[in-house]
Nanobody, 124 residues
Framework: QLQLVESGGGLVQPGGSLRLSCAAS????????MGWFRRVPGKEREGVSC????????KFTDSVKGRFTISRDNAKNTVYLQMNSLQPEDTAIYYC?????????????????WGQGTQVTVSS
């Protein structure tokens, strides 16, 4: 069964950090470009970041550039999203997914199954 499981979310104060993990099972993650998305209730899902198969030339939406980094550990079949200097507007449910290509996170297209997501809440 192909599955993605996100974890690492939580409640953090503004300026804090979190590292999200996306663990894949049932398929080999390193054959795919991977993306992180987030959704705020009442709004459409937003592409946040992506990492190509090679692991280089990672991309970020403008609102998180300089604060977030994305990486992958092929040995662990896991993709990470390191989030620093978190702000209240980063509050959302974060999801990972396979994407067709890592170009512009705002327009990247996901395919396959979605995980349950992990809640990130930034609040004082």
């Amino acid at each position: 069964q192909l599955q993605l499981v996100e974890s690492g979310g939580g409640l953090v104060q503004p300026g804090g950090s979190l590292r999200l993990s996306c663990a894949a099972s049932g398929f080999t993650l390193h054959y795919y470009a991977m993306g992180w998305f987030r959704r705020v209730p009442g709004k459409e899902r937003e592409g946040v970041s992506c990492i190509p198969i090679s692991g280089g030339r990672t991309k970020f939406t403008d609102s998180v550039k300089g604060r977030f980094t994305i990486s992958r550990d092929n040995a662990k079949n896991t993709v990470y999203l390191q989030m620093n200097s978190l702000q209240p507007e980063d509050t959302a449910i974060y999801y990972c997914a396979r994407v067709y290509s890592c170009g512009n996170p705002a327009t990247m297209r996901a395919f396959g199954s979605w995980g349950q997501g992990t809640q990130v809440t930034v609040s004082s």
